[in-house]
């Protein structure tokens, strides 16, 4: 099995990140940001992963800094749960349509992170989640992981549909990109390595 578990403690937060790559039965997410957990919830079972996160954070001050650090510590538990990254396909591209809206994800388990994000949000906030922290929370969560990610809402109106297409997406872009493929000898590059 492919699993991981990780906790960080600082001034501003205290992260429990577990995650089974291999067996989605047990998603439980708990940050006290409602939508987020909404978003992470979707993430998982759309990544067909199991994956338990439970947050503690200076709510009283916005959802900054919980959500960013739970960026960081899910990509340092998706990093180590893949090992080696032997026989995995790499590659994930996933659209995902929500009502009017449609959402596209596109990454590469490469060892060399980097984010391009196009998307816009007329909607400032939904519930205490402040909606520019999708960037954040994309940012922290491929440097960790180590993960090249494009991320794109093609077009839509509504922001919720908006948000939840891309986490969505990216759920479905992770699993395409994590699974086994016998046909791969190795890990999936000329290089030998996937760092």
Do not use: W
């Amino acid at each position: 099995m492919r699993t991981a578990s990780k906790q960080r403690k600082t001034n501003e937060t205290v992260i429990e990140v577990a995650c089974n790559l291999d067996n989605s039965q047990e998603v439980t997410i708990s940050t006290g940001v409602g939508f987020f957990d909404h978003m992470l919830e979707l993430f998982a079972r759309h990544g067909r992963i199991g994956l338990t996160v439970k947050a503690n954070g200076d709510l009283h001050i916005d959802s900054h800094h919980t959500v960013e650090d739970v960026g960081i510590v899910l990509g340092q538990v998706i990093k180590e749960a893949l090992g080696d990254k032997k026989q995995i396909n790499r590659y994930g591209t996933a659209y995902v349509p929500m009502d009017e809206t449609l959402g596209f994800v596109s990454l590469d388990i490469s060892g060399r992170p980097f984010l391009v994000l196009d998307a816009t949000f007329e909607n400032e906030k939904l519930g205490n989640f402040d909606t520019e922290l999708v960037r954040e929370f994309l940012q922290a969560f491929a440097f960790q992981a180590g993960i090249t990610l494009h991320a794109r809402v093609l077009y839509g109106i509504n922001t919720h549909h908006k948000v939840e297409a891309l986490f969505k997406a990216l759920g479905r872009a992770l699993a395409e990109a994590i699974r086994i493929n016998p046909e791969i000898v190795g890990v999936n590059s000329t290089k030998g390595l996937i760092e």
